[in-house]
C-alpha cells in the first residue's frame, strides 16, 4: 500500500506570496492531520478533516487554511508569507489512533 | 491539557550497548502513547504505541517502550543500538491531535 505522499518537497517563496501544499493520504484513510516542525517551536498541530470536514484546528492565525476534497486529499494554503512560515511541513493521514506521516513539504519564505 | 515531555536533548550511545530515551506525560484520562522517530530531511516514521494492555509494547526496528503508570513514564529502549539508529526520537500523546514532545537527539558511536 503507498504511503502518505506530499507535493511539492521543496518550495521557496517570497515574503506576502501565498502557497498551496497538497498531501494525499494513504488509500482508504478518510482523517488528514497537517503539522508545522521549526527548529524553535518543534511540531505544532495546524488542523486535522475527517470527511471534508475540518474536524479540529490548532493555534494559528487565519492565514493557514486548508480544505480536504472528497477523495480524501487534502491541500493546505498559507497566505500572505512571513519569514516565520518557513518550516517542514507535514501530513498525517490515519484510520483509527495511529497517524502515519508523509516526508513534508520544506517551505523557504525569503 | 495533556503534554509529554523529553528531559534529553541528546543522548549519546555506543554501538552494541543498551539505549533508552525517555518520555514522562501528563494526562487526564487513558493515555494514548506513541514514539515517532525522524531520520533528516525526512517525515516522521512510526515506532510503537500504547493503547491498552501490556506495559510493555514491541515496536519497528527492535525498539520497545514500557508504560509505568505510578511514575508516568514511556521510555523508549533498545537492547543493542545500531549507528543507524541515530536520528531524532518524538514522544506523542494523542488527545484529539497528537501532541509532540520536543525530541532527543540519539548519537549512536560506532
Known amino acids: 500500500k503507498a504511503g502518505v505522499t506530499q507535493t511539492p518537497r521543496y518550495l521557496i517563496k517570497t515574503r506576502g506570496q501565498q502557497v498551496t501544499l497538497s498531501c494525499s493520504p494513504i488509500?482508504?484513510?478518510?482523517?488528514v492531520s497537517w503539522y508545522q516542525q521549526t527548529p524553535g517551536q518543534g511540531l505544532q498541530f495546524l488542523f486535522e478533516?475527517?470527511?471534508?470536514?475540518?474536524?479540529n484546528k490548532g493555534n494559528f492565525p487565519g492565514r493557514f487554511s486548508g480544505r480536504q476534497f472528497s477523495n480524501s486529499r487534502s491541500e493546505m494554503n498559507v497566505s500572505t508569507l512571513e519569514l516565520g512560515d518557513s518550516a517542514l511541513y507535514l501530513c498525517?493521514?490515519?484510520?483509527?489512533?495511529?497517524?502515519?506521516f508523509g516526508p513534508g513539504t520544506r517551505l523557504t519564505v525569503l | 491539557a495533556q503534554s509529554v515531555a523529553q528531559p534529553e536533548d541528546q543522548v549519546n550511545v555506543a554501538e552494541g550497548n543498551p539505549l533508552t530515551v525517555k518520555c514522562t506525560y501528563s494526562?487526564?484520562?487513558?493515555?494514548?502513547l506513541f514514539w515517532y522517530v525522524q531520520y533528516p530531511n525526512r517525515g516522521l516514521q512510526f515506532l510503537l504505541k500504547?493503547?491498552?494492555?501490556?506495559?510493555l509494547v514491541k515496536g519497528s526496528y527492535g525498539f520497545e517502550a514500557e508504560f509505568n503508570k505510578s511514575q508516568t513514564s514511556f521510555h523508549l529502549k533498545k537492547p543493542s543500538a545500531l549507528v543507524s539508529d541515530s536520528a531524532l526520537y518524538f514522544c506523542?500523546?494523542?488527545?484529539?491531535?497528537?501532541?509532540f514532545g520536543t525530541g532527543t537527539r540519539l548519537q549512536v558511536f560506532p
Open positions: 488509500s482508504g484513510h478518510r482523517s
Open positions: 478533516y475527517f470527511s471534508e470536514t475540518q474536524r
Open positions: 506523542a500523546v494523542r488527545d484529539i491531535e497528537l501532541i
Open positions: 500504547y493503547i491498552t494492555g501490556d506495559n
Open positions: 498525517a493521514s490515519s484510520l483509527s489512533q495511529e497517524q502515519f
Open positions: 494526562v487526564s484520562g487513558n493515555p494514548y
